[in-house]
C-alpha cells in the first residue's frame, strides 16, 4: 500500500512539473497511463538532461525522444521546408528521408530546391548525390557531383570526393575511379577512403598493392589515439577481413 501511494505521489507531481513547466501535454496522459514507463520516460528525456546537461544525458534523452515518437523530426522538418523552404531546411528534411531510406523522395526534395539563386547549391546537390547514389542512379549521382565541383570551385569536402570516386566505380568507370581514389585517399579524414581504394585495387587485379596500402593503415592505426580506433572501428574491421 505505501509503494502504491509513493508511486500515486511521484506520477501527481511529474504531472505538475509538466503543467508548470510548459512541457507538452502529452506527457500527462503518458504518466497517468502508463504508471511505470511513463514516469519513467519523463525522467530520462525531460528531467535528466536538465540536471547534468551531460552528452550521455542529451543522447539517452534522444533516443527516448524516438522511441515515443519516431515521427517527431520527420514532421517538424517537412513544416520547416512548407515555412520557408530555405536551403537548411530542405537539407534537413533530405536527411531524414535518407536515414529511413526514402531515397527517391530525398531526391524529389533536393531537386526541388535547386532552383534561381540556388541551382547549384552545394549543399542541396551533396544530399541529391548521396540519395542517388543510394537508389542505385550511380550516373546521375557522378553528374550531380561534377556539377556540385564545376558551380563551387573551392568548395570541395572530402565527401564529395570519396561518393564521386564510389559513383565511378558503381558506375563501372574503373580507371577514373582509380585516379580519384588515389588522389583523395591519402589526405582523407578516416580510414574509409584507404579501404574502399584498396577494395578498388583488388577489383582490377593489383592485389599487391593493395595488400599493402591495407597492412599500413592497420599499422597506423596502432599508433593512433583511441579516440580514433573507436570511430573508424568499422572500416578498420573491414581492413582486416581484406587483409586476411
Known amino acids: ?13 511529474l504531472i505538475v512539473h509538466v503543467i508548470r513547466t510548459g512541457r507538452n501535454t502529452m506527457w500527462i496522459w503518458a ?3 502508463l504508471p511505470a514507463a511513463g514516469p519513467l520516460a519523463y525522467i530520462v528525456v525531460e528531467l535528466l538532461p536538465d540536471l547534468f546537461r551531460s552528452r550521455g544525458a542529451r543522447r539517452a534523452s534522444s533516443r527516448m525522444q524516438r522511441l515515443l515518437d519516431p515521427d517527431k523530426e520527420l514532421r517538424e522538418a517537412s513544416a520547416a521546408v512548407e515555412v520557408s523552404g ?10 531524414q ?3 529511413r531510406g526514402e531515397f527517391e523522395r530525398a531526391i524529389e526534395v533536393c531537386t526541388q530546391g535547386l532552383r534561381g539563386v540556388f541551382e547549384h ?14 537508389a542505385g542512379q550511380f550516373s546521375q549521382a557522378r553528374d550531380a557531383l561534377a556539377r556540385l ?17 564510389r559513383c565511378l566505380q558503381a558506375a563501372g568507370d574503373l580507371a577514373e575511379a582509380q585516379k580519384e581514389y588515389a588522389a583523395i585517399a591519402p589526405g582523407y579524414p578516416g580510414a574509409e577512403a584507404r579501404l574502399r581504394y584498396a577494395q578498388l585495387l583488388k577489383q582490377i587485379g ?6 599493402s596500402l591495407l597492412h599500413d593503415l592497420l599499422q597506423a592505426a596502432k599508433v593512433a589515439p583511441p579516440h ?14 581484406e587483409l586476411g
Open 149 to 165: 565541383r564545376r558551380h563551387n570551385t573551392g568548395l570541395e569536402s572530402p565527401e564529395v570526393g570519396l561518393l564521386y570516386a
Open 86 to 95: 530555405n536551403v537548411d531546411a530542405r537539407r534537413r528534411l533530405a536527411d
Open 1 to 13: 500500500m505505501i509503494f502504491f501511494l509513493l508511486h500515486l505521489l511521484v506520477q501527481a507531481l
Open 228 to 241: 580514433y580506433r573507436r570511430a573508424q572501428a568499422e572500416w578498420l574491421r573491414l581492413a582486416e577481413r
Open 206 to 211: 593489383k592485389s599487391q598493392e593493395a595488400q
Open 31 to 33: 504518466i497517468g497511463l
Open 121 to 134: 547549391d552545394p549543399t542541396l546537390l551533396l544530399g541529391l548525390a548521396r540519395a542517388q547514389f543510394a
Open 97 to 99: 528521408l535518407f536515414q
